[in-house]
């Protein structure tokens, strides 16, 4: 891959995963984050969570392994990625330390810049918004194992970031990102 001719010959790559519960805005923030930083020359990719288990993990469920399996895998791919100079963004929930904890080390081992962000949106705010209308089927029992419903979710210790979407516009929450990806140096 080549940079534009416009633009400096190697930005430095870096893993940004935004994680949080269904709803909390993971992925509204990483599409708007990935716009700027695309206008600001930036090679930029999203995994989206639901894209990359149809295309990597079609296998998996919502198992604690299967999630794991699965955060993992797309940990891996951003490593790759962000060492050939994109800035991935990953909204996908990871809920459980052991694996974020695991992405991070990866990263790390390869000298990778890699931030945590967590999407701090309160469940009821969450389960409000209910996107996909998966926290109704949840409360309906149609479904079951629904993170922050009936499934666990291991709120991050010490992330980089943590956003807290039900007191900021969509605007803000990505300015805010964006901030910290300057002052890291990845734009
Ligand atoms: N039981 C259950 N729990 C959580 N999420 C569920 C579930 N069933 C389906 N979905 C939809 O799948 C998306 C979550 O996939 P992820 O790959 O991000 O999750 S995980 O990190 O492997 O836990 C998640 O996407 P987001 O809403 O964008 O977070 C949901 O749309
Ligand atoms: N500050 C904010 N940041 C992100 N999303 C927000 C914010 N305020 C309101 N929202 C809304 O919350 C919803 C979040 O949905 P989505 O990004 O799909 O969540 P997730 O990817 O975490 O499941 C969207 O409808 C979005 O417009």
Redesign the pocket.
């Known amino acids: 891959m080549s940079a534009p001719n416009d633009t400096p010959a190697a930005w430095q790559g870096g893993t940004v995963w935004l994680t949080g519960l269904?709803?909390a805005g993971?992925?509204t923030i990483a599409v708007g984050l990935a716009e700027r930083l695309r206008s600001g020359g930036h090679r930029v990719q999203v995994l989206d969570?639901?894209e990359v288990?149809a295309a990597l993990s079609a296998e998996l469920g919502?198992s604690k392994e299967d999630?794991d399996t699965?955060?993992r895998r797309i940990g891996y791919v951003a490593g790759l990625l962000a060492e050939h100079g994109v800035t991935v963004l990953v909204?996908?929930?990871?809920?459980y330390a052991l694996s974020r904890a695991a992405v991070r080390d990866l990263h790390a081992a390869r000298g990778v810049p890699y931030i945590e962000v967590h999407v701090a949106t309160p469940v009821e705010i969450c389960a409000d918004r209910d996107?996909?209308s998966?926290y109704a089927r949840q409360a309906a029992g149609e479904?079951s194992?629904?993170?922050g419903a009936d499934?666990p979710y291991e709120v991050p210790v010490d992330p980089e970031l943590r956003v807290h979407t039900q007191h900021q516009t969509v605007a803000e929450s990505v300015r805010r990102v964006s901030a910290l990806l300057t002052a890291r140096g990845l734009s």
């Open positions: 269904p709803s993971k992925t969570g639901d288990r919502f999630r699965n955060v909204p996908v929930i990871a809920p996107v996909k998966l479904i194992g629904l993170t499934d």
